[in-house]
């Protein structure tokens, strides 16, 4: 566990203090900044030669990347610290780090906060920006000219105890789509599309007049507000009520006439990821899914959706383990990749890893590695080679 700030302060008190995300907690500690509540186990990212472990509310904390220790929290700046930092950064190949922090507290709509950071010089940009709307926003994408924030009408009512029973669905309402420009961040251009809601996005690339990015959108939050407390909340043999899942999606945003359209592949999938040496082109995108069989509320596949043959393929692990997040890594020979994993096996009460070549992906893996214990579901990961 990160020794943040929340976690020291509650093992001395030997209880918890303050409340969680989603958690409320009885008591009379005030919370003081954004760090307060920040458990930084959203994410983690091999950067600069830091292991950073992410939240969203609150900022990186730095970790060993050999013993897992933690080293302290990452102040970017003196007048940065205990901004919001999104557990969602994206690197460029020559390492500089694009993110954002959401306030939607702050201002009458919310407000954003785009990063720029530099791996020798550090902080290089703060822009801040003057939401239309204080939607809920947790990932961000990115082509070679442009950042891509998609806001759902998932919106921030003050008042309430905890992060997720601050926001409210407003299905009536429309998505707004910000486009910055990476070489002019105060240069902005807005967009308007049917209401949806999105965790995960996966890359973007340019095509004439328009920016496509791709996304993993649902009809609605209810994966926020309803079935996330289902899961934390359920018992044996209680009944799950069914939610939207999320399908991959190809956002067109024309900067000449200003029009955002949708293209769905009806291909349901969450956790997307691609080649990032070939992140601002229109390659495959891989995740997880659901099979045609299972009727279950997890994720029992690996998916490739390639968009310009339309073709998707999958494989479909065996009944009681559910998988998690496909990460790229580059195999030695430069062409290629894997995708690397955990699965959760309920049946056996087991953890394991699984490697599956992205370019074959229905024969299975090609390794695969068991603990005999279970670790429970987490959300990222990351690769980091041998030194």
């Known amino acids: 566990l990160v020794q943040t700030e929340k976690f020291v302060r509650e093992q001395r008190a030997g209880r918890f203090l303050l ?3 989603g958690t409320d907690i009885e008591s009379d500690v005030p919370s003081g900044n954004n760090d307060s509540g920040n458990v930084a186990n959203i994410a983690l990212l091999p950067w600069n030669s830091e292991l950073l472990a992410l939240w969203e509310g609150g900022s990186a904390y730095r970790v060993d990347p050999e013993t ?3 080293l302290g929290r990452k102040d970017w700046r003196d007048d940065l610290k205990h901004m919001p930092f999104s557990a969602h950064p994206m690197v460029e190949l020559d390492g500089t780090m694009w993110n954002f922090g959401s306030a939607p507290y702050a201002g009458r709509n919310g407000k954003l906060f785009v990063y720029r950071v530099s791996p020798q010089s550090g902080m290089q ?5 003057d939401l239309p709307m204080s939607g809920y926003i947790h990932s961000f994408t990115m082509s070679e000219r442009y950042l891509v924030f998609y806001f759902g009408p998932h919106l921030f009512k003050p008042g309430a105890t905890t992060f997720v029973d601050s926001f409210e669905w407003s299905g009536e309402e429309s998505s707004k789509i910000l486009l910055i420009d990476k070489n002019d961040l105060s240069a902005q251009q807005w967009f308007e599309a049917p209401a949806g809601f999105v965790f995960h996005c996966a890359n973007a690339y340019e095509q004439g007049d328009e920016v496509i990015a791709r996304l993993c959108l649902y009809d609605n939050a209810d994966i926020m507000q309803r079935a996330m407390f289902q899961l934390m909340r359920a018992q044996p043999g209680d009944e799950y009520s069914d939610y939207a899942r999320s399908a991959l999606v190809e956002l067109r945003l024309n900067r000449v006439n200003g029009k955002a359209t949708v293209n769905t592949c009806d291909t349901l999938m969450e956790f997307p990821s691609v080649d990032p040496s070939a992140a601002f082109a229109a390659g495959p995108v891989f ?3 659901h099979s045609d069989t299972t009727s279950a509320h997890y994720s029992d596949s690996v998916v490739r959706v390639d ?4 073709k998707t393929t999958r494989y479909v692990f065996d009944v009681g383990r559910i998988v998690e997040e496909p990460l790229w890594v580059s195999k030695a020979t430069g062409e290629g990749g894997w995708l690397l994993g955990t699965f959760l096996d309920y049946r056996r009460a087991e953890t394991g890893i699984y490697v599956l070549d992205a370019d074959d992906l229905a024969n299975g893996p090609v390794a ?8 429970p579901l987490g959300f990222h990961g990351c690769f980091v080679g041998a030194a």
């Open 68 to 70: 897992l220790q933690t």
């Open 368 to 375: 695969t590695g068991r603990m005999p214990r279970h670790v």
């Open 287 to 289: 995740g997880v899914g």
């Open 307 to 310: 968009p310009r043959s339309e």
């Open 19 to 21: 409340p969680g995300a």
């Open 125 to 129: 940009a703060v822009q801040p920006v």
